[in-house]
T-cell receptor, first 112, second 110 residues
Framework: RKEVEQDPGPFNVPEGATVAFNCTYS??????FFWYRQDCRKEPKLLMS???SGNEDGRFTAQLNRASQYISLLIRDSKLSDSATYLC?????????????FGKGTTLSVSS | DADVTQTPRNRITKTGKRIMLECSQT?????MYWYRQDPGLGLRLIYY???????NKGEISDGYSVSRQAQAKFSLSLESAIPNQTALYFC?????????FGPGTRLTVL
């Protein structure tokens, strides 16, 4: 099993739709989790951290399920401007030090 | 002004040439990172540094070396570039959690 896995998509949804992405991780000792957004040919930018209790920021909700080892990102009322690639990031500590693993990303395309 | 800058932004070079990619940051962060991004493979960590005297290999360090000249500067070198090192390279910094990325360097090795 790969360390961090995401469904690459693409997810094609109409404006106003609700869409959810999952990201699974294999290392049960993983410590920190994040969702990043990357627009085409641009650098990734932090969308939100993922807390154990779940967290919400406007139309975006992030959840962590440690038992099943996945994090999720829910986008409500999708906008055209939400079209991007969404990357999950998992951080854990091992004998070699800190390991920071990015998922390969899930592509979202929102259409009018 | 951007907090994390990378130079050059684009570079085309030939197989066997030595290439250096520079990264500078004004965020005052101790931690700096180099990644490469390839279509279908996502972002992969090449090297990272938690302070000026600390250098660590990432997932794909073979064929690369780094230098942490100062807290604000972290350079990536390809001693003898090869075509499969053609990729988009990102530098990033962090204090502890969130990473801040530079705009990227698009490198093509012919």
């Amino acid at each position: 099993r790969k360390e961090v896995e995401q469904d690459p998509g693409p997810f094609n949804v109409p404006e106003g739709a609700t869409v959810a992405f999952n990201c699974t991780y294999s290392n049960s000792a993983s410590q920190s989790f994040f969702w990043y957004r990357q627009d085409c040919r641009k650098e990734p930018k932090l969308l939100m951290s993922v807390y154990s209790s779940g967290n919400e920021d406007g139309r975006f909700t992030a959840q962590l399920n440690r038992a099943s080892q996945y994090i999720s990102l829910l986008i409500r009322d999708s906008k055209l401007s939400d079209s991007a690639t969404y990357l999950c990031v998992v951080i854990f500590f091992n004998q070699a030090g800190t390991a920071l693993i990015f998922g390969k990303g899930t592509t979202l395309s929102v259409s009018s | 002004d951007a907090d994390v800058t990378q130079t050059p932004r684009n570079r085309i070079t030939k197989t066997g040439k030595r290439i250096m990619l520079e990264c500078s940051q004004t965020k005052g962060h101790d931690r700096m990172y180099w990644y490469r991004q390839d279509p279908g493979l996502g972002l992969r960590l090449i090297y990272y540094s938690f302070d000026v005297k600390d250098i660590n290999k990432g997932e794909i360090s073979d064929g690369y070396s780094v230098s942490r000249q100062a807290q604000a500067k972290f350079s990536l070198s390809l001693e003898s570039a090869i075509p499969n090192q053609t990729a988009l390279y990102f530098c990033a910094t962090s204090a502890a959690g969130e990473q801040f990325f530079g705009p990227g360097t698009r490198l093509t090795v012919l």
